[in-house]
């Protein structure tokens, strides 16, 4: 499994597999959650070793956030995360709110 969101519920504990996270994530064009929006092709839901990096390009996709000059970051409980570090190193827990911030360009 990558370490990008899912449309099929894969839950940790008790199953085998990884434990995994449901998010929601507030941008500048709306909420991605596991209900909104409602065509959304993804939803965030990730196993707890992915990359912050990922929930971002995954929330800009949904949205259709294209500015490549853009400067994107993600933010929880008030602190900046970085890119490279994991939903687990920020103890993201299960109904989660995220927040996209976008820099520059055109939100």
């Keep these: 499994m990558s370490d990008t969101a899912t449309t099929e519920s894969v839950r940790g504990g008790g199953q085998g597999g990884p434990p995994t996270v449901r998010i929601s994530v507030q941008t500048p064009r709306g909420v991605w959650s596991m209900t909104q929006p409602a065509g959304a092709p993804i ?3 990730y196993e707890i070793a ?3 990096e990922s929930v971002i ?9 294209v ?3 853009s400067k994107y970051t993600l933010h929880f409980a008030g602190a900046n995360l970085e890119p490279q570090r994991t939903l ?3 103890q993201i827990k299960d ?3 995220l927040v ?3 820099q520059g360009g055109n939100a």
Excluded: I, M, Q, W
Aim: charged share 25%; proline share 4%.
């Design 43 to 45: 939803r965030p839901e």
């Design 50 to 52: 992915t990359k912050v």
């Design 57 to 65: 390009a995954d929330a800009r996709s949904v949205f259709g956030f």
């Design 67 to 69: 500015e490549n000059d």
């Design 88 to 90: 687990a190193s920020y």
């Design 95 to 97: 109904g989660s709110t």
């Design 100 to 102: 996209l911030s976008v």
